[in-house]
């Protein structure tokens, strides 16, 4: 990114919430393939293949069936992204014209700022936790307290800087953490005793027997981890110019850095014998020198680092849209706060699969709403009413009763459904059907203004 470009997009993003000008809406393939691909390449997707492997499921399926997830969980957000390359808005002020302005605020906004604090904290935690063992490997020991202080600046600062820091580092970290994954996996084939990390035996390696619930259990879950971006979609085609540029980079990176991570984290989980979650313990058991170790401690920054400051940044937004006053760059601080207070608390990581069942739930039925809505309306939105809190989009009294409704029943009926019956994917095209077939009766819901 050209140095002018960059600031003009600091610029721009350090106005919150307005939409940006249609001449910095130029974004093309690379930053974001390099954004996705090195998301999705992080502390989550490895510690999942972990889980899998544990599960019966043998390297190629985990593979297989972590990328077909996220990228089902991404269709309906590449769609619903049109609004931020058409019209510029970020994906909370979007979420005004689907579920009113005030059901943005205190629905939408509330929802993702919880999300982006839980996902922050998660990753933050799990992070320090690595480090703190490869330190120690080392012969160094730093109180949790100041690794947090350490995450909490790496992490933070770029956040502040907008997307146009995201992109940037994302530029940088994605081709150090290419060559650091594939060192690491050569190192492993070359020290694990016996062959265990050589490719055919890693790829022959089954823990037990399993069974095709299994296997939609975690598509499942997969799919509904992505659509909690669903909200904040916008925020990042909001610089992009073509539909097709933006669905193409997004789709590519979310793709190639799920079956990286994947395949990476599956490696290394099944040469210590499928007896561990965490790829990094492997290699550490192994008791190797501090060349390897120094690159596992860079790979464990860089993972977090680059998926922390997506939560981040969408918080920040979501934060901001809720209570508009703070601004994004202080609404983002609070963000970190808040998230990094929840770090040192090691129970979030105890409850991970039932808060990502949780999540999927909840965030499906969103997912439903906005993309009936955006496939109805997205082609006529109105801009200016978007930021009139007694304009076109009030509704009754700040909300769209009838978006509302939806995502309330949906939510409500799939949380009842068996994870092997696919209950965030029925929520999604649940939700978006009923306000497909209902939208058009809806204007006897808005009261624009009159109530």
């Given amino acids: 990114m050209q140095k002018n470009n960059f600031t003009e997009i600091y610029l721009a993003d350090r106005q919150g919430l307005m ?3 249609a ?53 309906p957000f590449i769609i619903v992204a049109r609004v931020g390359s058409q019209y510029g808005v970020p994906g909370q002020v979007f979420c005004r014209a689907v579920f009113g302005y005030q059901g943005s605020r ?11 604090v839980y996902w922050y904290a998660f990753q933050t935690l799990a992070a320090m936790m690595a480090v703190d063992a490869i330190l120690g490997s080392l012969g160094f020991s730093i109180p949790l307290a100041w690794l947090g202080a350490g995450f909490v600046i790496l992490q933070g600062g770029i956040a502040l800087s907008g ?12 081709p150090l953490k290419l060559v650091i994954f594939i060192g690491l996996t050569i190192w492993l084939m070359l020290h694990v005793p016996d062959g265990g990390a050589l490719p055919e035996r890693v790829f022959a390696f089954q823990a037990g027997s399993w069974s095709w619930a299994i296997v939609l259990f975690w598509m499942n879950g997969l799919a509904s981890s992505m659509m909690s971006l669903m909200t904040d979609a916008a925020d990042f085609s ?32 099944v040469a210590g014998g499928g007896n561990t979650i965490n790829p990094f313990d492997v290699i550490v058991a192994l008791n190797p020198g501090s060349p390897v170790l120094l690159m596992v401690l860079l790979v464990t920054v860089f993972d977090a680092w680059t998926i922390n400051v997506i939560n981040l940044y969408t918080g920040g937004f979501s934060l901001a849209n809720a209570f508009p006053r703070l601004g994004r760059q202080t609404a983002t601080l609070f963000i970190i706060a808040g998230a990094t207070l929840l770090a040192f608390f090691p129970a979030i990581i105890d409850r991970y699969l039932e808060t990502l069942s949780a999540v999927g739930v909840v965030y499906a039925a969103t997912s439903g709403v906005l993309l ?30 009838l978006a ?48």
Wanted: aromatic share 12%.
């Fill in 19 to 21: 939409p940006v000008q």
């Fill in 106 to 116: 205190w629905l939408t906004s509330l929802l993702r700022v919880i999300t982006s």
């Fill in 404 to 451: 509302v409704g939806i995502f309330v029943f949906c939510m409500s009926v799939t949380s009842l459904i068996a994870p092997a019956w696919l209950p965030s994917i029925i929520a999604l095209l649940g939700a978006t059907g009923l306000m497909l077939i209902f939208s058009q009766s809806s204007q006897c819901l808005q009261s624009k203004g009159k109530n």
């Fill in 163 to 174: 997307y146009a820091g995201l992109t940037v580092l994302s530029g940088l970290t994605l």
């Fill in 238 to 269: 909001r610089f992009t110019h073509q539909n097709r540029r933006f669905g193409f980079g997004v789709l590519a990176g979310v793709a190639c850095g799920t079956a990286l991570g994947a395949l990476f984290g599956g490696w290394c989980i």
């Fill in 23 to 75: 001449t910095l809406r130029q974004g093309g393939f690379w930053p974001l393939f390099a954004l996705f691909c090195n998301s999705m390449m992080n502390p989550a997707t490895l510690v999942t293949s972990g889980l899998m492997i544990q599960t019966g499921l043998p390297l190629a399926l985990v593979a297989l069936v972590q990328t077909l997830g996220v990228c089902v969980g991404m269709w």
């Fill in 372 to 401: 009936g809505w955006c496939l109805r309306y997205g082609q006529s939105l109105d801009v200016d009413a978007l930021y009139e809190q007694e304009g076109r989009y009030r509704y009754f009294r700040g909300w769209n009763l």
